[in-house]
T-cell receptor, first 112, second 114 residues
Framework: RKEVEQDPGPFNVPEGATVAFNCTYS??????FFWYRQDCRKEPKLLMS???SGNEDGRFTAQLNRASQYISLLIRDSKLSDSATYLC?????????????FGTGTQLKVEL | DGGITQSPKYLFRKEGQNVTLSCEQN?????MYWYRQDPGQGLRLIYY???????QKGDIAEGYSVSREKKESFPLTVTSAQKNPTAFYLC?????????????FGPGTRLTVL
């Protein structure tokens, strides 16, 4: 079983739609959680961290359920510019230091 | 401007040759990482370093080597022992302490083995 699992998509949605992505992680020792965004053939960039109480940044809302080992990302009022791959990332401390594990990503295509 | 630079952006190599990918950061970060990304796959950790002169193997270290002689530099050598070296290679850095420190990425190097 992969340490971080995501539905690869693609999610094809019309502009203005609300879309939700889910992610599960297998290692209960995971400490911190993130969503990164990756545009085609570019490097990933941090979209938002995911806190235990849930957090919102504009049109983006992230939720964490530690008991179920589940993370979600909700995008409201989708824009064409939201088209990208969204990577779920978990971080844990190892003997060698902090280690991030990336999901394979969920592809979003927002259409007119 | 602070950031991470990787060079070259595109690299072509003949089978059987070693090649070294450059990664430099001026963010004063202690920790640096190398990932590889294949089409349709997530990032996989090759090597990471939390401090100068120390580094750890990641999940797919076979066929790769690194050095960390300076805080700002973490070069990756892809050796001829790496069976499938064609991939997109990403270098990243972060502050060592703190649960929610952002990991910053360089623009990547696309390696193609001919």
């Amino acid at each position: 079983r992969k340490e971080v699992e995501q539905d690869p998509g693609p999610f094809n949605v019309p502009e203005g739609a609300t879309v939700a992505f889910n992610c599960t992680y297998s290692n209960s020792a995971s400490q911190s959680f993130f969503w990164y965004r990756q545009d085609c053939r570019k490097e990933p960039k941090l979209l938002m961290s995911v806190y235990s109480s849930g957090n919102e940044d504009g049109r983006f809302t992230a939720q964490l359920n530690r008991a179920s080992q589940y993370i979600s990302l909700l995008i409201r009022d989708s824009k064409l510019s939201d088209s990208a791959t969204y990577l779920c990332v978990v971080k844990r401390l190892t003997g060698g230091g902090n280690k991030l594990t990336f999901g394979t990503g969920t592809q979003l295509k927002v259409e007119l | 401007d602070g950031g991470i630079t990787q060079s070259p952006k595109y690299l072509f190599r003949k089978e059987g040759q070693n090649v070294t990918l450059s990664c430099e950061q001026n963010l004063n970060h202690d920790a640096m990482y190398w990932y590889r990304q294949d089409p349709g796959q997530g990032l996989r950790l090759i090597y990471y370093s939390q401090i100068v002169n120390d580094f750890q193997k990641g999940d797919i270290a076979e066929g790769y080597s690194v050095s960390r002689e300076k805080k700002e530099s973490f070069p990756l050598t892809v050796t001829s022992a790496q069976k499938n070296p064609t991939a997109f290679y990403l270098c990243a850095s972060t502050e060592r302490q703190g649960d929610y420190n952002e990991q910053f990425f360089g623009p990547g190097t696309r390696l193609t083995v001919l």
